[in-house]
């Protein structure tokens, strides 16, 4: 069972992870993780702070000659920008000319209900620690455990069908063939676009949406498309609401930051349909056992995976510190005011799109090893290659 944690401040010295659980015997690069930390830092309309930035891990256990040895991991990714904030964010020392108190709150954000509950009368630590920063030290945590999933054919990947009102207008024709070969070459092909689309019309308006957005001093959100295939039926459970692999895969992106929906499938649109036009008829081949021509179940059923491609959406708020102001008030004075602005990103929907492939890889690895058992890559593979078989096996009568 993979567990792992972070810690880190936004503007402290660094952020960093214990990765607990992983098998041993994974093959682990530095270059993969930091492909993937540089993968989260791009995106059109991000802020001044990606320019500060070029975030790398450093590994300072749990891996012996590039290879995982079953003990916890532990990552540490330093803050380039802590340089600039050694006295506001000092651990210790209160400096003498102490920095100016944070007391107006930016609507969307963490800051008035974090400084009622710790009991602050600053927002700063609010701010310090609800930062999407912390989502370096979960993609550096996931890599881990999609590198896990990529040495056993399980890949994930994920594409911008919206950004603010410029939206796809239904699902890219070019997404089964990509799909077919593996869901990492989705995004391969989102990652040659600053916005991580795959409709050029779409990535157009987008571009110009988020030029607009900035211009007018707003933010824009936007929707991610996620995918992982590869993943044989039966993974998670039915049994047991904690063994749902459904909820356990929807928990884990809405707890990124401004994530505020999950779709399953076209969850949505099968609301408004009657059941004949909705559940995915199984069609029997010799070849690949119970075959589907839809997946509009986006590869779950009865909380299992189906052996389908697991398709999941997520629905990206915009981002809530803007420079056009918004009503709020001073937390000091008690006196309606204009909230006040932090430097910010006008939109990180392609950067969350990044993140929401690193939290499911721990997910997918759980139930995984949940299903099968194991403690080294080698006997989890064998093990895989034969319940693998078994399926075949059931429709080769
Ligand atoms: C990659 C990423 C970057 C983000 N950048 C910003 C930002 O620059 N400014 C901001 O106000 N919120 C940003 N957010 C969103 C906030 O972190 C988030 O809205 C805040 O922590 C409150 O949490 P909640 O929206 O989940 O309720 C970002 C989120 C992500 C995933
Ligand atoms: C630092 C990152 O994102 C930050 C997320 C964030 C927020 O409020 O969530 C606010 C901004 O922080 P700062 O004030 O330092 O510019 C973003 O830059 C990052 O993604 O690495």
């Known amino acids: 069972m993979i567990r792992y944690f972070t810690s880190g401040e936004s503007h402290g010295p660094a952020l960093s992870a214990i990765v607990e659980g992983l ?8 270059e993969e993780i930091n492909a993937q930390l540089a993968r989260r830092q791009q995106g059109h309309g991000r802020g001044g702070r990606m320019k500060i930035e070029t975030d790398k891990a450093e590994v300072l256990s749990g891996v012996r000659f590039g290879k995982t040895i079953g003990s916890p991991v532990t990552l540490v990714i330093r803050n380039r920008d802590w340089e600039n904030w050694t006295t506001t964010m000092a651990q210790f020392e209160k400096p003498d ?21 710790y009991g602050f009368d600053d927002i700063r630590p609010v701010i310090e620690r609800s ?30 069908s919206a950004i603010g ?6 699902l890219h024709p070019q997404l089964a063939s990509l799909l077919e070969k593996g869901a990492e070459t989705v995004s391969a092909e989102a990652d040659r676009s600053p916005v991580r689309m795959l409709d050029r019309q779409a990535e157009t308006a987008a571009l110009a949406a988020i030029d607009a957005a900035k211009e007018q001093g707003d933010t824009l959100g936007g929707i991610i498309e996620i995918f992982i295939t590869g993943v044989p039926p039966g993974f998670g459970s039915y049994v047991q609401h904690d ?26 649109e099968n609301a408004r349909k009657p059941g004949s036009q909705v559940h995915d008829e199984f069609h029997l081949t010799a070849k690949d056992g119970a075959e589907r021509k839809t997946n509009r179940a986006g590869g779950l059923e009865g909380s299992m995976s189906s052996g389908q491609t697991i398709h999941l959406r997520a629905a990206m708020k915009p981002i809530s510190s ?30 969350a799109g990044v993140v929401a492939e690193a939290v499911v890889a721990p997910v997918i ?11 080294h890559l080698e006997e989890i593979r064998e093990r895989l290659e034969r319940y693998r078989e078994s399926i075949l096996n059931t429709f080769r009568g």
Request: hydrophobic share 45%; net charge positive.
């Open 23 to 30: 098998p041993a015997g994974i093959p682990v690069t530095p």
């Open 97 to 117: 000319a102490a920095p100016a108190k944070i007391t107006i709150p930016r609507p969307g954000h963490a800051d008035l209900a974090g400084r009622i509950k």
């Open 131 to 160: 930062s999407a920063r912390e989502t370096a030290a979960r993609v550096a945590s996931g890599t881990l455990a999609r590198l896990f999933l990529r040495s056993l054919g399980i890949e994930i990947g994920s594409y911008i």
């Open 165 to 170: 009102p410029a939206a796809e207008t239904a």
């Open 243 to 268: 063994r749902r692999l459904d909820a356990a895969l929807a928990a884990a992106i809405i707890s990124i930051q401004a994530i505020k929906g999950v779709e399953i499938g076209t969850a949505f």
């Open 322 to 351: 803007l420079v056009t102001p918004l009503q709020s008030f001073d937390l000091e004075t008690l006196q309606p005011t204009l909230s006040r602005f932090e430097r910010s990103d006008t939109c990180a929907v392609p950067a």
């Open 365 to 375: 690895a759980n139930a995984l090893l949940e299903k099968l058992g194991g403690d």
